[in-house]
């Protein structure tokens, strides 16, 4: 029996603006499904990609509906479900809560597709995903993969690594049992430190955190951990200055506002600015408003670094720009071409509504983090599989006609 030859095809769900397919088309991915349930995103991405008919607005728990769609055996399908019921935007509630959930929609689809499942999986999540309700979330989400026959790997990957913005990811990657790569080291079985499998996982340094080392220790999957020989990623050099644009031409604030919002900076804060303002020249921070003790608070940060690009729920969620030059200083709201920026995408084409943009874009996955995670995974394993699989279909060879 012949072997299979895999194509590099990806599904992406809950593929918001599209900035996991605009990671992966660069290394030859097709994309031949993309869900997600919100029409502006849906605009967004067709926007940018063309007409897309393989992208379907759909719920994901319609499983039947989304099954039809998928005509082709993904041999990748990536999932960035839903965070809110995982951090404090959604009080913690957990796989509890009606949008973090849809997960298991996601997973019943993998079920439905029997022997379509594609042949890995990566999931991607806040961090709050390794301590919803104590670790129990994470214990589910992962031992639903295994049930599917895919061994779990799981580490956190950092945007400020490649773009200076403060975003850190827990990312699960999982390999179905039938991959041949020899780049997999399988945990021993009936064993969880197997000596190659641990080799590997100590090896990965600040990948996996001692809390995230802890959580896998105690948790046990119907396969099992798997992992490949990765390393951190070595650190971009970058600044701050070439995101954010300084001119004149952007939309300042009037007076008004600029000193309302210089007034809600806290004594430590108004410190850091001031001494700024003496140093003379340019500096530029990034500032988020805050409640603290009951009263709204503007912090502002000075180390090369935007803060986590959030969703635009209220003024509070929104990233603002501070330009302090030659003992001036200026206020101003982050633009979508600065989120754009800060995403590794920076020629993404914009939507023509600034919340949006702004939505579509703090919902995203940083693109660069997505490449480093192809370089160093996806792509590797699947050119093993065509490899092997080549090879096998070459080495059996046709029978000998009989000549009478």
Same mark, same amino acid.
């Given at each position: 029996?012949?072997?299979?030859?895999?194509?590099?095809? +990806?599904?992406?769900?809950?593929?918001?603006?599209?900035?996991?397919?605009?990671?992966?088309?660069? @290394?030859? =991915?097709?994309?031949?499904?993309?869900? *997600?349930?919100?029409?502006?995103?849906?605009?967004? !991405?067709?926007?940018?990609?063309?007409?897309?008919?393989? +992208?379907?607005?759909?719920?994901? =728990?319609?499983?039947?509906?989304?099954?039809?769609?998928?005509?082709?055996?993904?041999?990748?399908?990536?999932?960035?479900?839903?965070?809110?019921?995982?951090? &404090?935007?959604?009080?913690?509630?957990?796989?509890?809560?009606?949008?973090?959930?849809?997960?298991?929609?996601?997973?019943?689809?993998?079920?439905? &597709?029997?022997?379509?499942?594609?042949?890995?999986?990566? %999931?991607?999540?806040?961090?709050?995903?390794?301590?919803?309700?104590?670790?129990?979330?994470?214990?589910?989400?992962?031992?639903?993969?295994?049930?599917?026959? !895919?061994?779990? *790997?799981?580490?956190?990957?950092?945007?400020? @690594?490649?773009?200076?913005?403060?975003?850190?990811?827990?990312?699960?990657?999982? +390999?179905?049992?039938?991959?041949?790569?020899?780049?997999?080291?399988?945990?021993?079985?009936?064993?969880? +430190?197997?000596?190659? =499998?641990?080799?590997?996982?100590?090896?990965?340094? @600040?990948?996996?955190?001692?809390?995230?080392?802890?959580?896998?220790?105690?948790?046990?999957?119907?396969?099992?951990?798997?992992? %490949?020989?990765?390393?951190?990623?070595?650190?971009?050099?970058?600044?701050?200055?070439?995101?954010?644009?300084?001119?004149?031409?952007?939309?300042?604030?009037?007076?008004?506002?600029?000193?309302?919002?210089?007034?809600?900076?806290?004594?430590?804060?108004?410190?850091?600015?001031? $001494?700024?303002?003496?140093?003379?020249?340019?500096?530029?921070?990034?500032?988020?408003?805050?409640?603290? !003790?009951?009263?709204?608070?503007?912090?502002? $940060?000075?180390?090369? &670094?935007?803060?986590?690009?959030?969703?635009?729920?209220?003024?509070?969620?929104?990233?603002?720009?501070?330009?302090?030059?030659?003992?001036?200083?200026?206020? $101003?709201?982050?633009?979508?071409?600065? !989120?754009?920026?800060?995403?590794?995408?920076?020629?993404?084409?914009?939507?023509?509504?600034?919340?949006?943009?702004?939505?579509?874009?703090? *919902?995203?996955?940083?693109?660069?983090?997505?490449? =480093? &995670?192809?370089?160093?995974?996806?792509?590797?394993?699947?050119?093993?599989?065509?490899?092997?699989?080549?090879?096998?279909? $070459?080495?059996?060879?046709?029978?000998?006609?009989?000549?009478?």
């Amino acid at each position: 029996m012949r072997q299979t030859i895999p194509t590099k095809r +990806f599904a992406e769900f809950f593929a918001g603006i599209g900035l996991v397919h605009e990671a992966l088309r660069g @290394s030859g =991915w097709n994309c031949v499904y993309a869900n *997600d349930i919100d029409p502006k995103k849906e605009a967004m !991405y067709k926007g940018h990609f063309g007409p897309s008919p393989y +992208f379907h607005l759909e719920d994901v =728990w319609q499983t039947n509906t989304i099954v039809e769609e998928i005509h082709e055996r993904p041999f990748l399908a990536t999932a960035s479900f839903p965070c809110t019921d995982l951090s &404090l935007a959604g009080h913690c509630h957990g796989f509890e809560g009606d949008k973090s959930s849809t997960y298991f929609g996601f997973i019943r689809v993998l079920q439905a &597709l029997d022997t379509r499942k594609p042949s890995l999986v990566i %999931l991607e999540n806040v961090t709050g995903f390794l301590t919803s309700k104590g670790g129990a979330d994470f214990v589910k989400a992962v031992c639903a993969l295994a049930t599917e026959g !895919y061994w779990i *790997d799981c580490f956190v990957l950092d945007a400020k @690594s490649f773009v200076p913005q403060s975003r850190p990811r827990v990312f699960v990657v999982a +390999f179905h049992d039938s991959l041949k790569s020899t780049r997999i080291i399988r945990q021993e079985r009936n064993e969880f +430190f197997g000596d190659a =499998w641990q080799s590997a996982i100590d090896n990965g340094g @600040s990948l996996r955190p001692d809390s995230l080392l802890r959580l896998m220790a105690k948790t046990t999957v119907p396969t099992g951990w798997a992992t %490949l020989a990765l390393q951190p990623p070595k650190q971009a050099k970058y600044s701050i200055a070439s995101i954010i644009d300084t001119d004149n031409d952007q939309d300042w604030w009037d007076k008004a506002a600029t000193n309302k919002h210089y007034k809600m900076l806290s004594d430590l804060h108004l410190k850091e600015v001031k $001494r700024r303002i003496k140093e003379g020249g340019t500096h530029i921070g990034t500032v988020y408003r805050r409640c603290r !003790y009951n009263e709204m608070r503007a912090e502002v $940060r000075f180390d090369n &670094l935007a803060g986590c690009l959030r969703t635009p729920r209220g003024g509070s969620a929104r990233q603002i720009v501070m330009l302090i030059h030659d003992g001036n200083v200026r206020f $101003r709201w982050m633009s979508p071409r600065e !989120y754009a920026r800060l995403q590794g995408a920076p020629d993404f084409t914009l939507a023509d509504n600034t919340i949006q943009s702004l939505f579509g874009f703090g *919902d995203g996955v940083c693109v660069p983090v997505i490449r =480093w &995670l192809d370089q160093n995974v996806l792509t590797p394993v699947y050119e093993d599989e065509l490899s092997s699989a080549t090879h096998t279909n $070459r080495s059996k060879k046709p029978p000998r006609k009989i000549i009478a």
